[in-house]
């Protein structure tokens, strides 16, 4: 089991970055593949980005490709997102998740942090 805690969110204008990380308790969060996820008042949470346990593969959705970097850090149990050309659609809550598949569908994923709110004012 891992737990996650996400940080690094807050206000920001449009254009602006932001870097989201997600500590990961217990000794096996390199054994997960990690994910971002985000949900918007009114709208069901969507697949952000995606990467494998040892990072070597990576997963954007359309709407964020060349602007987020997904990395991680597994000698210190931590993911992060880079984010960076912020736009005002990018505000919502930001979750990290973790799975056994680098995947896209939420389903996949068995463990999820609380989120931590983005704003991106225009």
């Known amino acids: 089991q891992v737990q996650l805690v996400e940080s690094g969110g807050g206000l920001v204008q449009a254009g602006g970055s932001l870097r989201l990380s997600c500590a990961a308790s217990?000794?096996?969060?390199?054994?997960?593949?990690m994910g971002w996820f985000r949900q918007a008042p009114g709208k069901e949470r969507e697949f952000v980005s995606a990467i494998s346990w040892g990072g070597a593969n990576t997963y954007y959705a359309d709407s964020v490709k060349g602007r987020f970097t997904i990395s991680r850090d597994n000698t210190k149990n931590t993911l992060y997102l880079q984010m960076n050309s912020l736009k005002p659609e990018d505000t919502a809550i930001y979750y990290c998740?973790?799975?056994?598949?680098?995947?896209?569908?939420?389903?996949?994923?068995?463990?999820w942090g609380q989120g931590t709110q983005v704003t991106v004012s225009s």
């Open positions: 998740a973790a799975g056994y598949l680098t995947a896209q569908a939420p389903r996949e994923y068995h463990y």
């Open positions: 217990g000794r096996t969060f390199s054994s997960y593949a």
